[in-house]
């Protein structure tokens, strides 16, 4: 099919018809501001809303806000706010136009905006999807206050930052009377809905205020694979659209969103768009920080070691399915109660059947991303239970080790490996004081408290697990140490 429209309201009758939106753009008036416009909330929640204003109605549009980059903004103004979903695997490519978003923000041009939206009456939900180190918390649940934070929580500087815009829209809300809100966070944190909820406080509490007591922050857990988007994903999104799309997502065509269902405000029928309502999401995203976060990265961080430039190529790898699967059956599912009828090993097999769509073209560097930020929810949870177990977490160990490796900065066949994390500055200083041997790298990494603490640092029996397999990538690199593990 030639491509001759610009995706736009004007483009929407050329579309095939199951390309449309479900809703008409523009007709939904705004009830939930949303922080983070990635391709992860634009594949995920945004399409559930839609869906559940299709199924039941309500004012439930979307005020998206992007924190800094202006690029997917100015994309989307525009294509009037449309883009689509490009879901690849299990056959033909399949694009839907999203049309739920009722307005676009940006924190970091107009921050007193954004704070005015939380405080409107009309919005009854801010949702967020902005990465674990947007929040500044410690992994204890602190949050990190700087001169920088301090003066916008107090109103000396913008609140650009998400503490400060969620705390002062907050302030205002109240002062304004905007009735109930729901703080709804849908990023993979364990029990992500009380960890947002300290932040709001500790950054009130800087503010010189304190909570209202009709907001509530439930817990989520969310789950779609969503890779960045590719030059080919877009050329692929324009044919199955028939129209231009600047500003696509790709997608699996799993989606899954469990919701603890606590919302004085109201909220959009999301059980009818698939979404579990439940009151304790905690087994569900216990289940997928462990057996599908921490797999994820695990294998990203053995496949970039590798040189391997996927996860489907990391899967490849011969033994490294096996070897995932023993971390998922030996390490991993000991400490998960999982949700009736589900069993860690059978989702385990599910997420590997997954991880293994090669359309979805993710790449293992994406994965690898703010490793510090992810370690403590996705392995080190893993790890901590298994040795108050008195259990040797031998395969969870391995994993860090290899996250060790990758942090050291070369794969091992001698090309740079980025270390892009908030602590790199931390990390690089760490390595460069300390002996370019296992003992030296292990030893000075576990000296990061902001990732592992006294508990594990101090636990001789996980430092001798990480020296033994630090050195066996160290000596023979991951494919033969994977494979002579089979």
């Known amino acids: 099919m030639a491509v001759t429209y610009r995706l736009g309201r004007g483009a929407l009758p050329t579309l095939p018809e199951a390309s449309r939106p479900a809703v008409d753009p523009g007709s939904v008036r705004a009830g939930i501001v949303h922080l983070g416009l990635g391709a992860f909330h634009r594949a995920h929640q945004a399409v559930f809303t839609e ?95 700087g001169d920088d934070l301090r003066a916008q929580l107090t109103g000396q500087a913008p609140p650009v930052s998400v503490p400060a815009l969620l705390a002062r829209g907050l302030i205002r809300r109240r002062a304004a009377g905007g009735g109930p809100l729901t703080v709804l966070c849908c990023d993979n944190m364990q029990r992500n809905g009380a960890r947002i909820r300290g932040l709001v406080e500790q950054a009130l509490e800087v503010a010189g205020a304190d909570l209202s007591a009709d907001v509530a922050f439930p817990s989520t857990m969310v789950d779609r694979i969503v890779p960045a988007t590719s030059a080919d994903h877009i050329r692929r999104a324009a044919v199955a659209l028939g129209a231009d799309d600047a500003a696509p997502v790709v997608a699996e065509p799993f989606t899954q969103w469990v919701i603890e269902d606590d919302f004085p405000g109201g909220r959009p029928d999301w059980a009818a768009a698939g979404a579990v309502l439940t009151g304790d999401v905690t087994p569900w995203e216990t289940l997928k920080l462990r057996a599908l976060n921490g797999v994820h990265s695990s294998a990203a961080y053995l496949g970039a070691l590798a040189g391997r430039e996927l996860i489907a190529d990391s899967l490849e790898l011969a033994g490294m399915t096996g070897l995932l699967r023993r971390l998922i059956a030996d390490d991993i599912a000991p400490t998960i109660a999982p949700p009736p009828g589900v069993t860690v090993t059978g989702y385990g097999e599910s997420v590997l059947e997954r991880f293994a769509n090669r359309e979805l073209g993710h790449r293992n560097l994406q994965v690898a991303m703010d490793g510090t930020q992810k370690l403590p929810y996705r392995l080190l949870a893993t790890i901590t239970e298994r040795r108050r177990a008195g259990a040797v977490p031998v395969w969870g160990a391995l994993m860090v080790a290899a996250w ?76 033969a140490t994977v494979e002579g593990l089979g």
Do not use: C, N
């Open 51 to 145: 869906d559940a204003v299709a199924a039941s109605g309500g004012d439930w549009g979307i005020l998206g806000v992007a924190p800094r980059s202006r690029d997917i903004l100015e994309k989307l103004r525009e294509q009037d706010g449309l883009y689509s979903v490009l879901t690849v695997g299990g056959g033909a490519d399949r694009a839907r136009t999203i049309g739920i978003l009722a307005g676009l923000g940006h924190a970091a041009g107009d921050p007193h905006g954004v704070v005015a939206a939380i405080a409107d009456p009309g919005i009854r939900i801010v949702s967020m999807t902005v990465t674990e180190k947007a929040y500044r918390l410690d992994p204890a649940g602190r949050l990190l206050v």
């Open 404 to 479: 060790m490796r990758f942090a050291r900065g070369s794969a091992d066949g001698g090309a740079p490996l980025p270390l892009d994390d908030p602590l790199a500055g931390l990390i690089r200083d760490a390595l460069a004081a300390a002996p370019d041997t296992p003992a030296g790298v292990v030893g000075a990494l576990l000296g990061l408290d902001a990732v592992f603490g006294p508990e594990l640092a101090g636990d001789d029996v996980l430092r001798a697990e990480l020296l033994r397999w630090y050195g066996e990538l160290d000596r023979h690199g991951v494919v």
